[in-house]
């Protein structure tokens, strides 16, 4: 398995069918496949035909299994969209150091961002019906209750629910990084278009409310008539300023499609600017990252970056 951090744990499929044949002699069994497509927090392995396990990482990954052991049910019961069921958590063990999960495995396609271009057949749209879908997910999830041990549980706040303005110098320090990389972005432009964003911020106020914190592609599945079938990877699910998860229209969808989740969210011009900031720091941190390990995640944090900026 690829290595994507300095701390990366070691993951090999021999030590996973230990600890699944260890942990859970049921599934002892049931075939283990890595997938191709693993994602940068998580090693993953299909188990059987209706199984996903999930590893994380690097060290302290296991307090996002954690959560999301204690919040997926709550959340999974007030939303229409599939998302992954925890069937069991496995604890550190055969020189693993994190806790571990085995989840329900969801069918669909990753959805991918649409592309354009000058000639016959050079452009794609997103499908239609997808800003409905993602409009209606965006709206259980910053509408449900608050519990007060939700309110108080610590693994619940990160950066992605802060007040883009806290973030001003890890942007700057980002799209410093990225002038050095060969990309087809005018970083000028993204660091005029974070200055408008960051100032609409402040009249977009302090709304407070569930967020994904990760709503991007990788983490959406469709079905076969490409409208949304699950939300995966809820390891960012945070309380906060959910303004974070409006960056799945600048990568998810095309220009009307931008147009259409905005009308069914109701979003608000400061609001609207704000969340091109998002899109631009989340992209921006992306590059550099992960440039040389994750091509197919920095092509689309490209495109995504390319359209917050190319919006007027």
């Excluded at 002892?28 to 999930?54: C, M, N």
């Excluded at 990482?57 to 939303?79: H, N």
């Excluded at 069991?88 to 063990?93: K, L, S, T, V, Y």
Aim: net charge negative; glycine share 8%; hydrophobic share 45%.
């Amino acid at each position: 398995m690829r290595q994507l951090h300095s701390d990366e744990l070691p993951i090999d499929v021999p030590l996973v069918r230990r600890l699944v044949d260890r942990t859970f002699p049921e599934y002892a069994g049931h075939d283990l496949t890595p997938l191709r497509d693993s994602g940068s927090s998580s090693a993953l392995f299909r188990l059987g035909d209706d199984l996903l396990v999930r590893l994380p990482r690097q060290p302290g990954g296991g307090a996002t299994i954690d959560k999301e052991m204690q919040w997926l049910p709550f959340v999974g019961s007030r939303t229409s969209f599939a998302i992954p069921r925890v069937i069991g958590i496995g604890e550190p063990d055969l020189g693993y150091s994190e806790r571990w999960a085995i989840t329900q495995w969801l069918d669909g396609t990753s959805a991918t961002p649409p592309q354009s271009g000058p000639g016959p057949g050079s452009s794609s749209r997103a499908p239609a019906g997808l800003a409905q879908d993602l409009a209606q997910f965006v709206t259980e999830l910053r509408t449900m209750e608050v519990p007060s041990e939700a309110a108080d549980d610590e693994s619940l706040e990160w950066y992605r629910g802060l007040p883009l303005a806290s973030l001003d110098l890890d942007y700057r320090e980002a799209a410093a990084e990225c002038r050095g990389l060969d990309l087809a972005l005018d970083i000028d432009e993204a660091l005029r278009v974070w200055d408008r964003a960051v100032e609409a911020s402040f009249a977009a106020g302090a709304t407070v409310g569930w967020y994904h914190g990760d709503l991007l592609a990788e983490n959406l599945l469709l079905n076969d008539a490409g409208r949304l079938a699950a939300v995966l990877d809820f390891g960012g699910l945070g309380i906060g300023n959910p303004t974070v998860d409006l960056i799945v229209a600048w990568e998810v969808l095309d220009a009307e499609g931008r147009r259409e989740l905005r009308r069914a969210l109701d979003v608000d011009d400061a609001t609207w600017t704000a969340s091109r900031g998002w899109a631009l720091l989340i992209a921006m941190i992306t590059f550099p990252y992960y440039g040389a390990t994750m091509p197919r995640r920095c092509a689309d944090r490209l495109a995504m970056a390319q359209a917050a900026i190319a919006t007027t």
